[in-house]
């Protein structure tokens, strides 16, 4: 089925989502918008998400997309029941690949959730990681910073490490966490940086690789699999974002590899 797969996020971070699907599924087509021009969503009224996620989906729409990734924790938390019940293509979100993600991953049975303050404050994680297993022991932490550091791209600054340290660092002194979730679709940007704060005796979990699995399966079980030959250069992802593009060019390029993916600015109002 030649149609291509939507990916939408607040703006750069989902790209860590689009990577993943691309290596998962590189005979599918993707198209990715990014509303960068009014990210954070994390501090945004519930209303305000809503109503921005609608406007993201209702652009895509219009390319046929045949299935939904919604690339964003605060989208995901706050308006993925939503979609499900109102969109006719299957809707895929972030959080419950996570949350499976960090109970095969723990063995102290503690697992950290860093996002931002509407993902933490619905508390979806917990109750995802709940949902799968009722004695999970959880501690949730919002990192308001995260997302300005890496959407200016002052994230390869000397003073990133700073902020880092200090938003972490109530999780280091909970000595029983071994597993930490980036429950914001940026964070795996600056993983490295997380990792070096928060040592060896956490392991830092992005959903990414499970929500590529999961949109995997979803394909299978719908039929909805590329079944045509289509020339290479047309599966080269289309980037769309509401903002500047030079943040986007750069992170695609010396992160993502993606140096011949379209990127195009757009007007969602």
């Not at 939507?6 to 790209?15: F, H, K, T």
């Not at 390319?63 to 924790?73: E, H, M, P, Q």
């Not at 390869?156 to 972490?168: K, M, Y």
């Amino acid at each position: 089925m030649d149609r291509p797969i939507g990916v939408i996020d607040s703006g750069v971070g989902g790209l860590t989502v689009l990577h993943e699907l691309k290596r998962q599924l590189p005979k599918e087509r993707f198209i990715y918008l990014g509303d960068t021009l009014r990210c954070p969503y994390g501090s945004k009224s519930d209303q305000e998400v809503q109503q921005y996620t609608w406007e993201m989906v209702h652009y895509l729409i219009q390319f046929d997309i045949k299935v939904l990734v919604v690339a964003c924790n605060t989208a995901t938390a706050l308006v993925l029941d939503q979609l499900k019940e109102n969109l006719s293509i299957p809707v895929i979100g972030v959080i419950e690949p996570g949350a499976r993600a960090a109970i095969k991953s723990t063995e102290t049975n503690h697992v950290a959730i860093i996002g931002t303050e509407n993902t933490v404050n619905s508390q979806a994680y917990d109750l995802a990681l709940r949902n799968i297993k009722p004695n999970i022991n959880t501690t949730s932490v919002s990192c308001p910073e995260f997302v300005p550091l890496i959407e200016s791209g002052r994230f390869v600054e000397s003073d990133a490490i700073d902020v880092v340290e200090r938003s972490l660092a109530s999780i280091k002194e909970v000595y029983d966490i071994d597993t930490l979730i980036l429950g914001c679709t940026h964070y795996p940007i600056i993983q490295p940086l997380i990792e070096q704060v928060v040592g060896d005796q956490m392991t830092v979990l992005s959903s990414a690789i499970e929500t590529g699995s999961e949109v995997s399966t979803v394909l299978t079980f719908y039929n909805l699999h590329q079944s045509q030959t289509v020339d290479e250069t047309s599966l080269e992802p289309v980037i769309l974002t509401t903002g500047s593009l030079h943040v986007f060019e750069r992170i695609k390029e010396e992160i993502f590899q993606l140096k011949s993916a379209s990127l195009k600015q757009i007007s969602l109002i």
